[in-house]
């Protein structure tokens, strides 16, 4: 089974300028999600897709940040204009389902993650 | 009070030895937990996730569970220096800790 795909792996932008992520899920996963990963911190949550919905996007700067999920599969992570506070790794993961307690899957698998450097 | 606190280590132990990571939550509505193991510039992957208070055991990984005290800790048994990472705790309301780091050491 293939795992989450992301393009691309590695990212140098200018502040103000603009970049785009790819994510592909797990075959069959509803649930999508974007997470920020600042270096020695944990993932922090962007946005939450469930099928072609959002979940959960409270956590999404959307002054600058934007995403969709238009066809309930792959989706793309949008920062416009960068800052230098967006130098981070961002994650995509995917799980079967959400929403459930006490279920695996829930369970999410991640990606390899764009690592994104603004100067 | 941040959602979900782990210490940040490093924790240090020497190889063959029992590491206990701990991971404290604020929030009492949540009901399951993962703990994800992220070697250095990797992703996270997944280790364990417990749902019951008590005891879940898989292989060397043993996960405890405590809601009424607000913890879920993990215990790596016969620890290996392939273990050394950042060990990432997160509640099904997809808040994660910072990480403790785990160095073992022949």
């Known amino acids: 089974e293939a795992g989450v795909a992301q393009s691309p792996r590695y990212k140098i932008i200018e502040k103000r300028q603009s970049v785009a992520f790819w994510c592909n899920p797990i075959?069959?996963?509803?649930?999508l999600y974007w997470y920020q990963q600042i270096l020695g911190q944990g993932p922090k949550l962007l946005i939450q897709?469930?099928?072609?919905?959002?979940?959960?996007d409270s956590q999404l700067p959307k002054d600058r940040f934007s995403a969709e999920r238009l066809k309930g599969v792959d989706s793309t992570l949008k920062i416009q204009p960068a800052k230098l506070e967006d130098s981070a790794v961002y994650l995509c993961?995917?799980?079967?389902?959400?929403?459930?307690?006490?279920?695996?899957?829930?369970?999410?698998?991640f990606g390899p993650g764009t690592r994104l450097t603004v100067l | 009070q941040k959602e979900v606190e782990q210490n940040s280590g490093p924790l240090s132990v020497p190889e063959g030895a029992i590491a206990s990571l701990n991971c404290t939550y604020s929030?009492?509505?949540?009901?399951?937990f993962f703990w994800y193991r992220q070697y250095s510039g990797k992703s996270p992957e997944l280790i364990m996730f417990?749902?019951?208070?008590g005891d879940k055991e898989d292989g060397r990984f043993t996960a405890q569970l405590n809601k009424a005290s607000q913890y879920v800790s993990l215990l790596i048994r016969d620890s290996q220096p392939s273990d050394s990472a950042t060990y990432l705790c997160?509640?099904?309301?997809?808040?994660f800790g910072a990480g403790t780091r785990l160095a073992v050491h022949p």
């Open positions: 929030d009492r509505g949540s009901q399951s």
């Open positions: 417990i749902y019951s208070n």
């Open positions: 997160a509640g099904n309301k997809l808040i």
């Open positions: 075959s069959g996963h509803a649930t």
């Open positions: 897709f469930q099928n072609n919905g959002v979940v959960d």
């Open positions: 993961a995917s799980s079967l389902q959400t929403g459930g307690v006490r279920k695996s899957t829930d369970t999410q698998y």
